[in-house]
């Protein structure tokens, strides 16, 4: 079956950036994923990234995807104590379940 | 943007009774919602995928007699959790994907509700 693995945790100083890795096996992947879960609460969606491309950007947040490798990565530039949550990547064929990583701990130090 | 309401937020309940946890889609037709399950610290784990107006699919080990779902409308999606155990107590999270996922093929996400705590005693 599908297979996501990710780093437990990350600590990082204000201001730094951040860079959560992922890594995944199913290779017919459409769309990944990253989603943010603050403490008690659901998950929000922080971007997505269809398969066929390299890269995406949004403001601070910037996605790199090596298909090849199937290794994808979430940077965040300027890193701020509210980013501190966990982060999730995840993989989806399209209209198929979504496949969640194991979360990796961003903790961002004042 | 599309919202999913999950009530309630948080549940305590007595062993042997059951539990309804409800799933809104507020702005949109979701024609297919996911139900998982967390355990502290730990990612999500899918218990099973509602669709609508058909019965759902349970993941394996997910015993479809104890965790009822029941998605009767394009907008409302429910699981009871029926003669609880103390071992159900957990954090249960639903999603939606968006009908017009599957029309357009555009990506709108999963939105996910805010999650429901349940503890039971």
């Known amino acids: 079956g599908e297979d996501v693995e990710q780093s437990l945790f990350l600590s990082v100083r204000e201001g730094d950036s951040s860079v959560i890795n992922c890594t995944y096996t199913d290779s017919s992947s459409t769309y990944l994923y990253w989603y943010k879960q603050e403490p008690g609460a659901g998950l929000q969606l922080l971007t997505y990234i269809f398969s066929n491309m390299d890269m995406k950007q949004d403001q601070r947040l910037t996605v790199l995807l090596n298909k090849k490798d199937k290794h994808l990565s979430l940077r965040i530039a300027d890193t701020q104590t509210g980013d501190s949550a966990i982060y999730f990547c995840?993989?989806?064929?399209?209209?198929?379940?979504?496949?969640f990583g194991t979360g990796t701990k961003l903790q961002v130090i004042p | 943007g599309a919202v999913v309401s999950q009530h309630p937020s948080w549940v305590i309940c007595k062993s042997g009774t059951s539990v309804k946890i409800e799933c809104r889609s507020l702005d949109f037709q979701a024609t297919t919602m996911f139900w998982y399950r967390q355990f502290p610290k730990q990612s999500l784990m899918l218990m099973a995928t509602s669709n609508e107006g058909s019965k759902a699919t349970y993941e394996q080990g997910v015993e479809k007699d104890k965790f009822l779902i029941n998605h009767a409308s394009l907008t409302l999606s429910t699981l009871t959790v029926t003669s609880a155990h103390p071992e159900d107590s957990s954090f249960y999270i639903c999603s939606a994907r968006d009908r017009l996922f599957s029309q357009t093929g555009a990506n709108y996400g999963y939105t996910f509700g805010s999650g429901t705590r349940l503890t039971v005693v």
């Open positions: 995840a993989e989806t064929r399209g209209y198929q379940k979504v496949t």
